[in-house]
């Protein structure tokens, strides 16, 4: 069974940092892509980042520079390092996996950048 499970969200200042991670049971990265997504208040759910299963990352515009997308397999986690945040960043994020064609959703960590 494919359960994920965030964490380390929380209230920042403009510029500081934030480290999330994905607690995963049930996933082989090895196999399969891992995905940040957020979702502001009002807004459309938005990709961030996405790891492959060979360890390629990628970026959406709005982060690329700022944040890091990190697996550890013996650990069976994914992180989601943010340094330089902005207010915009301000959201629940949510890891993500999709499995045989099913998608995989944790119930997500709340970040809020402001002063």
């Known amino acids: 069974q494919v359960q994920l499970v965030e964490s380390g969200g929380g209230l920042v200042q403009p510029g500081g940092s934030l480290r999330l991670s994905c607690a995963t049971s049930g996933v082989i990265f090895s196999r399969y892509a891992m995905y940040w997504y957020r979702q502001a208040p009002g807004k459309q759910c938005e990709w961030v980042a996405t790891?492959?299963?060979?360890?390629?990352?990628g970026y959406s515009n709005s982060v690329r520079g700022r944040f890091t997308i990190s697996s550890d397999n013996a650990k069976n986690t994914l992180y989601l390092q943010m340094n330089s945040l902005k207010p915009e960043d301000t959201a629940v994020y949510y890891c993500n996996t999709v499995i045989d064609r099913r998608d995989y959703w944790g119930q997500g960590t709340q970040v809020t950048v402001s002063s």
């Open positions: 790891i492959t299963s060979g360890s390629n990352t």
